[in-house]
């Protein structure tokens, strides 16, 4: 998520750099003028040197230190300069100097040349009465009105702000340099820290995590995770997914009291982003002890992780981690001296077939498992078939609140996200197939129609098929478009949806990427072959290049593509999250023989109730039934409202 802001800081600079020159038009101009003009030529350029001698005995100390005392902080929030008050000259980004962040090192001391700029530019001069001309070495000359031509001294100033800062940023060449100067460039953009995208497997630090003695600001060292300095950025990250995680919040303020979670030991490996730390620490608050592992190698959010292993949790994930480091940080979770879990909280099922593969005696103590992805209850329900599911497991996935507000909302607005982020691409008129209508896909297929795209659909479902028409779809097998679509988008939960026989097919530049769980829909292992070439063109994109020249642009890997390359809308998955609470909750207090070792969905009466505690934030207002209307309808007036078999 830090290799595209420094690209895009280097190539600012570039920009910058480049703009410095500026061919004259002085065919027009009198023949004096032009005389004139060349002898200012001289005499500016002879003078060059000269002037910031008078400006700084004009400086005095008291001027200067103030910009240069300044708090890190307080040079953080100040806007950049805009060209130091010339609205005709903005100052180029490349030549500003870097402004510290958070995890990017002590900030470097000014050197005399960045105190002198700033009061060099405050200090130019423009008279609306005289008409500017510029020249091939950058100076100016002032056309007075009653025809004589003086020097512009404000230009030979500018030209000596561009000189030295030009020289100051040429000193530092180097990799950190660079990174520092780029990320207060892009600090308000989508390549900052805040975006999912803020770290990648180019860090600053290329030490693995596993290598590293780290502790908290308490001395404990039980966790792993990249760097535990960017725990304070990680925390104002929590803070923001706070605002836009109503229930939650809500859920924590009124069973705090209670702890209905006192006693639990949660073991969970699910995306670790802003949001899942908010959950993490409600579970905290609700009496539960946690430890974390990522569902994803690209998915973790290094600063938030840091700061859940800076408020005590130990967590045990990275971004970029490898498989070995993948299955590693599951078992410092699992396998803990002193410590053994009773609930598991998975996404994906990695968690709960790891316990099973290496410690299945541990299942004697866990009282049950929430599982909130199609890939993790497919596994759940293959165990349940085979008589090998040891407890019982509530299938979050399909409750109503996960797959009709989750699935659909969060996809709708995340696979733009994604593709902008990663590719640049301007959807209106291309051409894109997606694998599925399911409501993953229904959520994609409506944000790529809306913005002009031509989609295409493939399903094995004659009634998601069926709805896929009627929405306005063409049906297809993929075979069949396969050669001409620019965008191939899986999201079935299935495996080797796109083959090597597709790939091969496909045309030039085409973009493949997966919105499912799994990498299994994408046979990416096929491509790792000696005959095509892997280039990496910036965070989580590559081309695979053919020996005849085609290339196509696979994104993540094959992985999850929104939560490994862009954001997800907090406030959706603010809806998950407290389903998951409440079904760890429910599971953890339920007395002894209410769930079976089988899979269960979640009461319809908590799918009513998790909905009812976002609608404030619309300042809705819900309807009550009459006792004449309650008893007609055969329902209670505080639900359930819908029996288990409706499909909403």
């Known amino acids: 998520m830090e290799g595209r802001s420094g690209a895009m800081g280097e190539g600012r600079g570039g920009e910058a750099g480049g703009g410095a020159e500026r061919e ?75 402004a510290p962040g958070p995890g990017s090192g002590p900030a470097a001391a000014p050197s005399p040349a960045a105190g002198k700029v700033p ?49 100051e940023f040429n000193k530092r060449p180097t990799k950190i340099g660079r990174r520092s100067l780029s990320r207060s460039i892009s600090q308000s953009s989508t390549d900052s820290y805040s975006s999912a995208a803020s770290y990648t497997d180019s860090s600053d630090d290329e030490t693995s995590p596993r290598d590293k003695q780290q502790k908290n600001s308490k001395g404990n060292s039980d966790f792993c995770v990249k760097n535990i300095k960017q725990a304070e950025f990680g925390r104002r990250e929590i803070e923001i997914a706070e605002q836009e995680m109503p229930a939650l919040m809500a859920l924590r303020k009124r069973a705090q009291g209670e702890k209905p979670l006192a006693g639990a030991k949660i073991v969970g490996c699910t995306h670790i982003t802003a949001q899942t730390a908010v959950l993490m620490e409600t579970l905290g608050a609700l009496g ?32 970029g981690e490898s498989e070995d480091d993948f299955w590693w940080c599951i078992d410092r979770c699992v396998n803990v001296e002193g410590w053994q879990p009773n609930m598991i909280l998975d996404d994906g099922g990695d968690l709960t077939h790891w316990i099973y593969k290496k410690y299945p005696n541990m299942f004697k103590k866990i009282k049950g498992i929430v599982e909130e992805s199609v890939t993790g209850v497919h596994r759940l ?10 407890v019982p497991a509530m299938n979050v996935n399909d409750s109503v609140t996960k797959q009709k507000f989750d699935n659909l909302y969060c996809c709708r607005e995340s696979i733009l996200d994604g593709l902008k982020r990663t590719t640049d691409m301007m959807f209106g008129g291309k051409q894109v197939v997606v694998c599925g209508y399911g409501e993953v896909g229904k959520g994609c297929c409506a944000a790529l129609k809306a913005m002009g795209s031509i989609v295409y659909v493939t399903e094995i479902d004659p009634i998601c098929a069926l709805q896929a028409c009627m929405d306005g779809f063409r049906l297809v097998k993929l075979n069949e478009v396969i050669r001409q679509v620019d965008i191939v988008i899986t999201c ?27 990498n299994t829909e994408i046979d990416v292992a096929s491509l790792r072959t000696p005959e095509l070439t892997w280039e990496r063109v910036r965070s989580q994109v590559d081309h695979v290049i053919w020996p005849d020249g085609k290339r196509i642009v696979l994104l993540a890997e094959g992985r999850l593509l929104n939560l490994s390359c862009s954001t997800v809308p907090t406030f959706v998955l603010s809806i998950t999250a407290t389903t998951q609470a409440l079904a760890l909750i429910e599971l953890y207090n339920a007395p ?10 979640l009461p319809k009466k908590m799918d009513e109730y998790v909905a009812s505690l976002h609608l404030p934030t619309f300042d809705a207002h819900l309807t009550e039934l009459t006792d004449e209307q309650a008893k007609y309808l055969g329902l209670n007036k505080n639900g359930p409202f819908k029996p288990n078999y409706y499909r909403y």
């Open 24 to 98: 004259p038009e002085l065919e027009s101009e009198p023949a004096v003028a032009v005389e004139a003009v060349m002898s200012v030529q001289v005499v500016s350029t002879a003078a060059a040197a000269k002037v910031p001698e008078v400006e700084l005995k004009d400086l005095s100390p008291s001027e200067v230190e103030p910009q240069l005392g300044l708090s890190a902080v307080a040079v953080s929030a100040m806007p950049p300069p805009a060209g130091g008050g010339d609205p005709e000259a903005p100052a180029p980004a490349a030549e500003r100097p870097p």
């Open 119 to 167: 009061q060099a530019s405050a200090m130019k001069r423009s008279d609306p009465h005289h008409q500017h001309q510029r020249h091939r070495d950058g100076g100016e000359a002032l056309v007075n009105p009653d025809g004589t031509v003086t020097e512009a001294p404000r230009t030979v100033k500018k030209q000596i702000q561009f000189a030295d800062q030009k020289q």
């Open 288 to 319: 539960a002890q946690c430890r974390w592992a990522a569902c994803n190698i690209y998915s973790t959010l290094n600063e938030v992780a840091a700061a859940l292993a800076e408020n005590g949790f130990p967590v045990f994930a990275w971004k």
């Open 381 to 390: 329900y293959q165990l349940s078939k085979a008589g090998k599911l040891c």
């Open 492 to 518: 079935t939960g299935n495996k080797n949806v796109v083959t090597r026989e597709h790939l091969d097919r496909m045309k030039n530049s085409c973009i493949v990427c997966n919105m499912g769980h799994s």
């Open 592 to 601: 002894e023989g209410r769930y079976k070792q089988d899979v269960y969905l």
